[in-house]
C-alpha cells in the first residue's frame, strides 16, 4: 500500500473509533456503570449479528436494546414475547385486497433495522421459529414469496432465566443464530449511588439523540468486515473453536457458524480500538460471548458445575497464542 493509501486507511480507522466511542457514550447516558457489556453489543451490531441479553429483572435489558435502538437514526420496533404470541404476529400476513382481487402482504414488526424482542423465551416454540429464517438470512417468506428484511438488520432479545413459569427454553438451533450473548450483572456499589442520584434529573430514553445515520452504521459495518487479518490469526481462531468439539465435558461444540461470528466480531472489536488488523488479544476478549452459549456440556459436566464459559476459558489456556500477529 502507498503512503497515502496507508495514511486514507489510518484516517478511516480512527474515523471508526470516533463513531464507536460516540455511540458507546450516547448509549451510557442511560445504561451507566457498564461500558464493557455496551461496548461488546455495539460490537455485535457492527458485526452485522444478533445479540441476546440474558439476566434478572432489573438490570437494564431492555433499557440497553432500547438505547442502542435510539442511538441510531434508523427504524426501530419492539415485540413483546408472549405465550399466545403468533409468528404471523411478528411476520406479518397477507390480506385479500377486494379492489385489486389480489393477496397484498403487510409486513409485521419484525420488518425494521433494530427489532428488540423482550422476554423471548415467553414465546411458544413456534412463534420463537418464525425468526429462525430472518435471523440467518434477512428475510421472511410468507406463503413462499420472499420479503427481504431492511438492512443494515439485527434482533436484540431479552429473557429472564430465573423466572421459569410460563417460559420456553430457547431451541439450540435459535441460541446458534445469536452472534452474541452476554449478561448485564449489577452495577457496582459506586454505578447504582450514582443512578440514585442522577433518577429525577438523568437522560431518558425519549430525550437521547441519535448520534448516527442508518447510512453510517451500514458504511462502518462494511468497513469493519475488511480489515486485515494475517493467516496465524485464521488458524488460531478456527483452533480455539475446534477445540469446542472435542472437550470430554461437551456433548456438541461449536460450529463453522461459531468461527465466522467470532472473525466477524474480533474485526470490529479491532477496529473500534483504532487497529486497521485483529490481534489475538480481540479473539480472546470476545470468545466467552461468541462462543459459550453455543455448546451444550454433559449432565456429568453440569453436575460438577462445568459451563460453557469454562470450556472456552480452558480452550483459550490451552492453544498456543501467535507470536507474530501479521500486521
Not at 439476566?55 to 442511538?71: C, E, N
Not at 428475510?139 to 438488520?153: C, D, K, L, N, T
Amino acid at each position: 500500500m502507498t503512503e497515502n493509501g496507508s495514511m486514507d486507511a489510518e484516517a478511516l480507522v480512527a474515523r471508526f473509533a470516533q463513531m464507536f466511542a460516540a455511540l458507546a457514550g450516547n448509549v451510557e447516558r442511560v445504561v451507566r456503570g457498564k461500558r464493557e457489556k455496551v461496548e461488546l453489543a455495539l460490537v455485535c451490531l457492527l458485526a452485522e449479528g444478533h445479540l441476546l441479553v440474558e439476566d434478572v429483572p432489573g438490570v437494564g435489558k431492555t433499557t440497553l436494546a432500547r438505547a442502542m435502538s435510539a442511538s441510531v437514526d434508523a427504524k426501530w420496533t419492539r415485540i413483546q414475547f408472549t405465550p399466545d404470541l403468533l409468528p404471523s404476529d411478528i411476520t406479518g400476513v397477507s390480506i385479500f385486497n377486494q379492489g385489486t382481487s389480489a393477496f397484498e402482504f403487510h409486513p409485521g414488526p419484525i420488518f425494521a433495522n433494530i427489532a428488540v424482542a423482550d422476554e423471548i423465551n415467553r414465546g411458544s416454540p413456534k412463534t420463537q421459529s418464525a425468526l429462525l429464517e430472518v435471523m440467518e438470512e434477512r428475510r421472511v417468506s410468507v406463503e413462499g414469496a420472499p420479503h427481504p428484511v431492511p438492512r443494515p438488520f439485527m434482533v436484540i432479545a431479552t429473557q429472564n432465566p430465573v423466572d421459569m413459569d410460563g417460559t420456553y427454553p430457547l431451541p439450540e438451533a435459535q441460541l446458534d443464530r445469536f452472534l452474541m450473548r452476554i449478561s448485564m450483572g449489577y452495577p457496582d456499589h459506586q454505578a447504582e449511588v450514582a443512578l440514585l442520584a442522577g433518577a429525577p434529573t438523568g437522560a431518558t430514553l425519549d430525550q437521547m439523540p441519535p448520534v448516527m445515520a442508518r447510512e453510517d452504521l451500514a458504511r462502518m459495518i462494511d468497513f469493519a468486515q475488511r480489515l486485515h487479518v494475517a493467516p496465524p490469526l485464521f488458524d488460531y481462531l478456527v483452533r480455539v473453536v475446534a477445540a469446542t468439539r472435542e472437550h470430554p465435558d461437551l456433548r456438541l461444540g461449536a460450529s463453522p457458524r461459531a468461527s465466522i461470528a467470532l472473525l466477524r466480531a474480533a474485526r470490529v472489536r479491532a477496529a473500534a480500538a483504532g487497529r486497521s488488523y485483529i490481534v489475538p488479544e480481540d479473539v480472546k476478549a470476545l470468545a466467552v460471548p461468541v462462543i459459550a452459549h453455543r455448546l451444550i456440556v454433559t449432565p456429568e459436566a453440569e453436575l460438577r458445575g462445568r459451563t460453557g464459559a469454562d470450556v472456552v476459558g480452558e480452550a483459550l489456556r490451552n492453544v498456543p497464542t501467535p507470536q507474530a500477529a501479521g500486521v
